[in-house]
């Protein structure tokens, strides 16, 4: 395939992603917000300079409309506090270094206060335009710094809410899918790798990449988070596709303890790799044939797979349980067949419940856009 293809592929692939549109409509949303809070100062009220008005709509349209609320209150209370800190500074100390080393001072000291932690930078930046500019001193110029805030904030937050609102569930749904796949990746090549000769280096890969999946969790957890964040304050909420999120919690919760299982598994194979311990070659195929089905039920979500797998161990188990194996033997055998298990069981509702198509399920059949 030509770099020309390609592309083509990568562009209809774009085209038809919805979290894609999303993006694309956000950035276009803050564009319209800025551009209107000006025009709206400007030309609706007459404002002088309304400088203040497109900047505090860049920064009031977020990814949720929740947060756009939030962040518009704590905004515009660090831009009152910088423009009074710039009047009080403007009409005791002036306008020279020292005066501005006091102001910048105070202004980042108020901003530790915890509710505007996030805002310091907002409320000296705010301060410091208006003292340099000579501002500080004109009650009716500061007034109009206020005047212009409020606009932009307002346009942001009217432009964010009724505009197609965001909601996140589906960029959430494909993380977990995502981290769900790669589970199954993990063990097939653990499968792979067992039916030859492991090696401690195997192991060692085996376990950093389950601590690398649970980062990937951990970044899914928090989609998930800004996905119910997503339904609050969102005229959209109504929507089925807002219900879907309350699921994915238990999901990942599953695909934890699976991640678990594997580093404990992995860990079993090591111990066995350390001590010499020979395998029974019968125990071996059996236990890796179960390991490959699993992997694949789970990178091809497949529950119907992963409950005749469970059945299969434990005739496993049982099979084994007559055999006469060392003491030595049956804590490595029994534990391996109890992490197989314990990971179908914990992946078998993450491949029951399809979370893009729960997520997908809505009104307009692209609900998350």
């Known amino acids: 395939m030509n770099t020309y293809a390609r592309f083509r592929v990568f562009a209809r692939e774009r085209l038809r992603d919805p979290v894609a549109w999303t993006e694309l409509i956000q950035l276009v949303k803050t564009v319209v917000a800025a551009v209107v809070a000006w025009v709206v100062a400007a030309q609706v009220f007459d404002l002088p300079q309304p400088f203040l008005a497109p900047w505090a709509a860049l920064l009031v349209v977020h990814a949720t409309v929740y947060r756009s609320f939030w962040k518009g209150a704590k905004q515009i209370t660090a831009t009152v506090l910088g423009v ?9 100390l002036g306008l020279d270094p020292t005066a501005l080393a006091v102001m ?3 202004a980042l000291a108020l901003g530790q206060i915890r509710w505007l932690r996030d805002e310091a930078t907002t409320a000296a930046a705010t ?5 340099t500019m000579g501002f500080s001193t004109d009650d009716h110029v500061l007034l109009g710094r206020l005047y212009d805030t409020a606009i932009g904030i307002g346009v942001g937050i009217v432009v964010n809410a009724l505009v197609w609102p965001p909601l996140l569930d589906l960029s959430a749904a494909r993380a977990i899918r995502a981290v769900g796949v ?6 097939a090549e653990i499968a792979a790798e067992c039916e030859d000769t492991c090696t401690e280096e195997h192991v060692d890969n085996w376990v950093l990449r389950t601590q690398e999946l649970d980062g990937e969790v951990d970044e899914a957890w ?16 109504d929507s089925a596709v807002v219900r879907a999120p309350g699921k994915f919690g238990d999901l990942l919760d599953r ?3 699976s991640l678990a299982e594997i580093r404990s598994m992995a860990r079993t194979l090591g111990h066995s790799i350390t001590d010499t311990n020979e395998w029974d070659e019968g125990f071996r195929a059996r236990w890796t044939g179960l390991l490959q089905e699993i992997a694949w039920a789970i990178q091809h979500p497949d529950s119907r797979r992963l409950g005749e797998t469970r059945v299969k161990l434990a005739a496993l188990a049982s099979d084994y349980s007559d055999e006469d194996l060392s003491a030595r033997h049956w804590p490595e055998y029994g534990g391996l067949i109890l992490n197989l298990r314990n990971i179908a069981t914990s992946m078998d509702q993450v491949a029951a419940s399809d979370p893009v198509a729960e997520s997908t399920r809505g009104p307009l059949g692209a609900s998350a856009l």
């Open 84 to 92: 009074l800190l710039a009047w009080a500074t403007g009409n005791t």
């Open 104 to 106: 910048l001072l105070a």
């Open 127 to 131: 301060a410091l335009i208006v003292l």
């Open 182 to 187: 790669r589970v199954g990746d993990l063990l």
């Open 222 to 237: 928090a989609l998930v988070r800004q996905a119910r964040e997503s339904g609050r304050l969102n005229p959209r909420r």
């Open 255 to 257: 695909t934890e303890q």
